[in-house]
């Protein structure tokens, strides 16, 4: 089913036409499978972020608060109001920067699908086409506000996007049955909320980078949960116009992207999974390096110097300022540093958590290496892409270019279902609450056959749950 913008109207009324009138039936089967896989891998990045820094004292926090009892903390256990359980539940999707990522529309599941988790306390049942269906709706506002927003030219200005909250009361208005006039209530209210943030907690990278996932979590649901006791936003310019989203950054943005082949054409289906752990725009130089190094039978030990050339965004995010990224301090610097990644990975031949533990961090032959690395930008490359220039002491050079669909878990290059799964299994030793391994196969299985669950709390909250 295609929707179309009916008149004048503001694209935002348009989309939650789609929200409310999209059936599980009208969605693709190919759609289908691929929101499974996507709930898969961030269920198995959130049981991997669960118990890392900066998760606890939240999860600490919305218990100390209490209320009422309605949704479900995660790996920790108790029962909170919805809000608070996407406060404490958000974090641990970002905690380990593994999550799935769109190469214009940038991170999505990892607002979705809290929030949803969070919202299932809002209703006596929620069945796996009903989680399927608002997930697919939220998932594609998400990204197409984000890929109009244009969020890489944002970066010039030293701000990031924060449209991410659209595509969260979406997902959470559609579980829980939010008319249209109260959705776009509610999608009014979230405009209120948001604007772009700045590059601050990054730089240096903060806790606020995995923190803020909940805040945009607690605030969709309570968007919709006010915009249901009747209070109001603005339903006009709240996308495009003179004070519309799109609008007032000083950037270019392209509201035109925002309705092209709504509901029938899937934006979803363009979001890469990530391999490894840190941020994106370090992943076309992690896999040439170890590319390389397959490819030409070279050790650490031979490598004289690594010369790398990165797309503005990349430079932005993992190379500046240089200074820091050679001499990280905190989790979330090493996981931004382009050095210390590519060095990492010379020795791993992968990225994960392991490569961030303090024996790991504190490595002579890493940082050896990390001197004699260099980077430079180059306006010239795509977004993520790279160009590695390798020199080994015995003077052979290898030069080459690398792309994002290169890597794998890009929409050209995806995982297999037995690599996501394997992918899952990773993360589980690092679960906040033990889980075994039948529990662990039992998740799988419910969540690529998550259409034929009649109840998704009891199907997937209440396994991840200490008891």
């Not at 599980?24 to 198995?44: C, F, M, W």
């Not at 029962?79 to 999550?99: C, N, T």
């Not at 490894?276 to 590319?291: L, V």
């Not at 080994?392 to 890009?410: H, I, P």
Request: proline content about 6%; aromatic content about 8%; charged content about 20%.
């Amino acid at each position: 089913m295609k929707f179309i913008p009916v008149g004048q109207e503001d694209p935002i009324v348009t989309f939650c036409r789609m929200v409310v009138d999209t059936k599980y039936e009208d969605l693709p089967s190919h759609v289908v499978n691929r929101a499974k896989q996507s709930i898969l891998d961030i269920t198995g990045v959130m049981i991997g972020g669960s118990a890392m820094e900066g998760i606890r004292p939240v999860v600490d926090l919305v218990k100390d608060k209490g209320g009422k009892p309605e949704s479900t903390i995660l790996f920790y256990g108790g029962k909170v109001p919805a809000s608070e359980a996407a406060l404490a539940i958000g974090p641990m999707s970002r905690a380990m920067d593994f999550a799935e990522i769109h190469p214009e529309g940038f991170h999505c599941t990892e607002h979705t699908v809290p929030a949803l988790l969070a919202a299932t306390g809002l209703k006596d049942r929620v069945t796996g086409k009903e989680f399927i269906t608002a997930f697919v709706v939220g998932q594609e506002i998400m990204l197409r506000i984000g890929i109009a927003f244009n969020p890489s030219k944002a970066w010039t200005f030293g701000m990031t996007t924060g449209h991410y909250i659209f595509g969260s009361i979406a997902a959470v208005g559609r579980l829980i049955g939010l008319s249209q006039e109260e959705l776009e209530n509610a999608e009014g209210i979230g405009r209120e909320m948001t604007q772009p943030h700045d590059t601050a907690m990054l730089r240096p990278a903060t806790l606020m980078l995995k923190v803020h996932q909940g805040f945009i979590a607690q605030d969709a649901i309570n968007a919709c949960l006010l915009a249901r006791r009747g209070v109001t936003g603005p339903r006009h310019e709240v996308l495009v116009g003179p004070r519309g989203y799109l609008t007032f950054p000083k950037w270019e943005t392209d509201p035109s992207r925002l309705t092209k082949g709504l509901g029938e054409e899937w934006e979803m289906l363009n979001v890469a999974m990530k391999p490894y752990i840190g941020c994106e725009s370090a992943h076309t130089s992690i896999y040439g390096i170890i590319d390389q190094m397959k490819e030409h039978n070279f050790t650490v030990d031979d490598i004289a110097a690594i010369e790398i050339a990165q797309p503005p965004v990349s430079w932005q995010l993992a190379c500046t300022p240089w200074e820091e990224k050679m001499n990280p301090q905190t989790g979330y610097e090493y996981q931004f540093s382009l050095p210390y990644l590519v060095a990492t990975a010379a020795y791993d031949k992968d990225v994960f958590l392991t490569s961030f533990t303090p024996e790991a961090k504190a490595r002579q032959g890493v940082r050896e290496l990390m001197a004699r690395i260099s980077a430079k930008e180059d306006t010239s490359l795509p977004a993520w892409a790279t160009r590695l220039i390798t020199t080994l002491k015995g003077g052979s050079r290898y030069s080459k270019e690398y792309f994002s669909a290169d890597v794998k878990g890009n929409p050209q290059n995806p995982f297999t279902e037995q690599e996501l799964i394997a992918k899952f299994k990773k993360c589980v030793p690092y679960s906040a609450c033990k889980l075994s391994d039948a529990t662990v196969d039992s998740l799988v299985e419910t969540i690529l056959n998550l259409e034929k669950v009649d109840d998704v709390v009891s199907a997937i909250i209440i396994p991840l749950t200490p008891m």
